[in-house]
């Protein structure tokens, strides 16, 4: 007794804590706009695409030149006196042609940035299917849950009634055993159903990025879907507009770019570079010293460098050759991932149609059986209120309308889920 009461004070202790939170009402739309912006996984894209774009901007910052700056200053200690020396100095270095290597690294670093882009396209494609079978569970059950409470309804009407009539003996116990039990079995299903909608939401929020302690609301526009109504783009169309619209293509062209400037880069490292350097010291003291050239300054004053300088690479242990040899093979590997992606995204796309028209065929015919298999259950429970169907036949019947229930219902959101999908691919 004292483990229920305790039971009945934590239950309703949990329902006014909730009943205290703000609900955060959502729609689909609204759930991929705020996963975009929460996703952690779409978050960590989009770190990337700000990392390219760094490496870009640093990748063009090497045209310019490099300046340094020295000093040094001295206390020396002979025989009671002191000296105090000083040498401060500039220099300066810039390179003037290294082969190339640093415009194609430019291009490199843009090529790269844009792939980030596009990833992070890619991934809130998959993120965004997660959260649309996520959501449109959550619907479906819900609207399940609309039909179950008001076959609940009706059931303990009839389970009531059968009371009535079993204590004046005009129903067996059997039959009254039958009614009571079909109450039993649909406040159990109410219940999955609502399990159900609760682990949805759990995945829901966990793809959003909202915490755990945060109540969801959503609302579904039930019953407002009609299959007839539903008509499908052409095949040809939705296929050739999901190959340009999906980033996967897109993504392993641009890594076949990066490998054709790994050969360049290849070619490049072969090459001579030239640069130019200059710099200039000024020495204040009176010990002899030495300037940043290594020059012998006997007394203060200023002194300067300039100077060309050529590099021309000879042997280097076949380094470059091996580069070279490996930046071809990077080459082939990029250029047959490029295949191969596209015949994915081309088949992707086309199995997404199909299963789309699938579905829908499905939802058509489950539409048709369920409102057949609804209306001829209505008149059932008019005919056993009349006493011309027995209880058992009632609850076949009832049986055969709850299955056809199911199946419109898994039917319609399932074409739903598919049919969003396709949007997603062909971005319509």
């Given at each position: ?418 049919r969003r999908i396709l949007s997603i691919y062909t971005g319509q």
């Amino acid at each position: 007794m004292a483990k229920r009461f305790f039971a009945i004070i934590t239950g309703l202790l949990l329902a006014s804590s909730l009943l205290g939170q703000d609900t955060l009402w959502m729609s689909l739309d609204s759930c991929l706009s705020y996963a975009y912006r929460h996703n952690t996984t779409i978050q960590n894209s989009v770190l990337n695409q700000q990392a390219a774009a760094v490496s870009y901007e640093g990748a063009k910052l090497r045209f310019l030149p490099t300046l340094s700056a020295s000093a040094t200053q001295t206390l020396s200690l002979q025989q009671g006196s002191s000296i105090l020396d000083g040498n401060y100095g500039v220099s300066a270095s810039l390179p003037l042609y290294s082969g190339g290597s640093r415009l194609l690294g430019i291009q490199s670093a843009k090529i790269t940035q844009a792939q980030s882009a596009l990833q992070v396209e890619q991934s809130q494609n998959q993120i965004g299917s997660q959260i649309v079978s996520a959501y449109l569970t959550i619907v479906m059950n819900q609207e399940l849950l609309l039909y179950q409470q008001e076959l609940l309804k009706t059931a303990k009407e009839q389970q009531d009634e059968g009371k009535l009539k079993y204590d004046i003996g005009k129903i067996l116990e059997s039959d009254y055993g039958l009614l009571v039990a079909n109450c039993l079995s649909v406040e159990s299903d109410i219940e999955q159903t609502r399990i159900t909608i609760e682990s949805n939401q759990l995945t829901l929020r966990t793809l959003l990025g909202i915490a755990d302690n945060q109540v969801i609301g959503i609302k579904g526009d039930y019953g407002k879907t009609e299959a007839n109504d539903i008509l499908l783009p052409l095949q040809d169309s939705a296929v050739a507009q999901g190959i340009r619209h999906l980033p996967d293509v897109a993504i392993s062209q641009k890594g076949v770019d990066l490998a054709q400037l790994g050969i360049k880069s290849a070619r490049a490292s072969q090459l001579p570079s030239i640069g130019l350097s200059a710099g200039t010291n000024y020495f204040g003291g009176k010990s002899n010293t030495v300037d940043g050239s290594g020059t012998l300054i006997t007394q203060g004053g200023w002194s300067g460098n300039v100077g060309l300088s050529l590099l021309i690479p000879i042997l280097n242990q076949g380094t470059y050759r091996t580069q070279y040899k490996q930046s071809k093979i990077q080459l082939q590997q990029a250029q047959l991932q490029l295949t191969q992606t596209q015949q994915e995204t081309r088949q992707k796309v086309e199995a997404q149609y199909l299963n789309t028209k699938q579905r829908l065929n499905k939802f058509r015919s489950a539409e048709a059986l369920a409102k057949a298999y609804k209306a001829s259950y209505d008149v059932y429970v008019v005919k056993y209120g009349q006493g011309a169907v027995t209880t058992v036949e009632m609850l076949q019947q009832q049986d055969r309308y709850l299955s056809s229930l199911n199946d419109y219902l898994q039917s319609k959101y399932s074409f739903m889920l598919e049919r969003r999908i396709l949007s997603i691919y062909t971005g319509q």
